[in-house]
């Protein structure tokens, strides 16, 4: 039986929360902002004993992500947190951890990447990373921050998978942001995650074995090709382990959450805390007829193409938001979007979709923003003519 | 070690090898474009090369030399370098030089 206990967390104490009762058996992390409320409450737990959990405190980010890879390889349990440069700053092992499939999981405070310096939100962090072979959730509040780390635990693990994975909010509007969570029991937390036992481990010492040994051209496109084939079992997985976590703690979790999308006509898709102001928006418009809904996506990777293709098909317009640029890419477009355009094709779904960037170093995205989007969606499905491609929300222009 | 050639659903994940030792049982010697030659008549048999051979592929018994382990040997030829005694006619190629050479690999 679950007993939950409301408390006023910041998304990052959630965050944290969640880690103090899955007591992994290691944590490397580096102090980063806005980050830092993650590993500076952990350590503490682990100085206070209340975690059996070993903590190395580390020089950079580079040496936390080596550790754990480390720690992983021993058979360890092992979690990391980061934003940032940091995450940025681990970018080598990053791809090492995914590819030597160890289920290391890692809180990613989401937070502009320099330069200029900055230290607000922004997803150009994780996203840099989206092609390393993580496994990407995305956190709209601090509960789905702490929600979504136990989960992140059994994904990673799954003997399928044996795949990383980061867990995404929002720095310092959810990170340092303080909301109600409701924090399970740490019994429940415990039984829901169970113990880990590595198949392979380097410290079955009644059993060598190498790992991360040389892999040429004879050997290493099978191993891509099994890491591909590892993500593409994962959304059944993240589905699964969504699912059984809303029996048993009552939040139910898939690909992305659906809102006002039944008989919707035009969709808004955004990623973590701008759905909260997207939705608000959305209900006003629905009081006054406006047929627009809205998909929160919450796992960017695995890239849940069908699913997103099979939501917005028969759709007259969809706008992507996106946190992010990539760079040189069409249009100078965005991530979610890019993959979007992607999914659409590929299910031969010819739903008109607009790009806008949104919220970079930072900057607010406001209701009248969100406001300005669904009007221009609303122009978009009468017309069928798309006036620009990719646009920009609070930009001076 | 996987079974050679295995597809990519029957190697072990992450290129994990799972039984030690089994380097032994993977063949650089395809690698080699120079190929060591002995000449066992005048070699003194002082393990020069023994010591020095970074694949192990000097080959003795009872304190005597044997033979090249040219399964493994990449043909790097230090045995031949760090050989300290001289001939005058090299038993396999007829040449001066050292008791070890080094040869075309002909393929």
Redesign the interface.
């Known amino acids: 039986m679950v007993v939950s206990t409301k408390r006023a967390l910041e998304g990052a104490h959630a965050s944290a929360e969640a880690m103090r009762q899955i007591n992994p058996d290691v944590v490397a992390a580096y102090p980063i902002t806005p980050q830092t409320a993650i590993v500076q409450t952990y350590s503490q737990y682990v100085a206070d004993g209340e975690v059996d959990t070993e903590f190395i405190a580390v020089e950079s980010e580079h040496a936390a992500m080596s550790a754990c890879i480390g720690a992983a390889a021993a058979g360890g349990r092992v979690m990391t947190a980061t934003a940032a440069n940091g995450l940025a700053l681990m970018w080598e092992e990053l791809y090492i951890a995914a590819s030597m499939r160890f289920p290391i999981v890692m809180s990613c405070v989401n937070r502009a990447l320099s330069a200029p310096l900055n230290i607000h939100c922004d997803h150009s962090d994780s996203m840099g990373a989206r092609d390393a072979g993580w496994i990407h959730l995305f956190s709209e509040t601090g509960q789905e921050a702490y929600d979504n780390t136990i989960q992140a635990v059994r994904i990673a693990e799954h003997p399928d998978l044996l795949l990383p994975v980061m867990v995404m909010q929002d720095g310092f509007i959810t990170g340092h942001a303080v909301e109600l969570v409701e924090v399970a029991d740490d019994a429940s937390v415990k039984h829901f995650v169970g113990s880990y036992t590595p198949q392979h481990s380097l410290l079955d010492i009644d059993h060598p074995k190498t790992f991360g040994a040389w892999d040429l051209y004879d050997y290493y496109f099978e191993h891509k090709r099994q890491q591909t084939d590892a993500l593409s079992k994962a959304m059944k997985v993240i589905v699964d382990v969504g699912d059984e976590f809303g029996r048993t703690f009552g939040r139910k979790y898939g690909a992305f959450e659906a809102y006002g999308m039944d008989d919707a006509e035009m969709a808004i898709v955004v990623l973590s805390s701008t759905a909260g102001t997207c939705r608000t928006v959305i209900k006003e418009f629905r009081k006054k007829g406006v047929k627009v809904g809205l998909l929160k996506l919450r796992v960017f990777r695995p890239f849940p193409a069908d699913e997103l293709a099979a939501a917005l098909q028969g759709l007259k317009a969809v706008a992507v938001l996106d946190r992010s640029i990539s760079f040189g890419s069409m249009q100078g477009a965005g991530p979610v979007f890019l993959e979007l355009c992607a999914a659409l094709y590929a299910a031969g779904v010819r739903t008109k979709a607009v790009n806008y960037i949104y919220g970079l170093g930072g900057r607010d995205v406001l209701p009248a923003d969100v406001e300005r989007v669904v009007q221009e969606l609303q122009q978009l499905a009468d017309t069928g003519k798309v006036a620009s491609l990719v646009s920009y929300l609070g930009l001076r222009e | 070690m996987?079974k050679a050639?295995?597809?990519?659903k029957e190697?072990n994940?992450?290129?994990?090898?799972?039984?030690?030792g089994s380097a032994a049982e993977y063949e650089t010697g395809t690698w080699r474009v120079q190929r060591p030659v002995h000449d066992a008549g005048k070699c003194t048999h002082c393990m020069m090369c023994w010591v020095f051979c970074p694949d192990s592929c000097i080959i003795v018994k009872d304190g005597r030399w044997q033979e090249f382990d040219y399964f493994h040997c990449k043909g790097c030829g230090i045995c031949a370098s760090v050989c300290p005694v001289k001939v005058e006619a090299h038993e396999v190629t007829g040449k001066p030089g050292k008791v070890i050479q080094m040869t075309d690999e002909k393929k």
């Open positions: 996987a050639n295995a597809t990519w190697a994940i992450a290129g994990m090898v799972l039984e030690p």
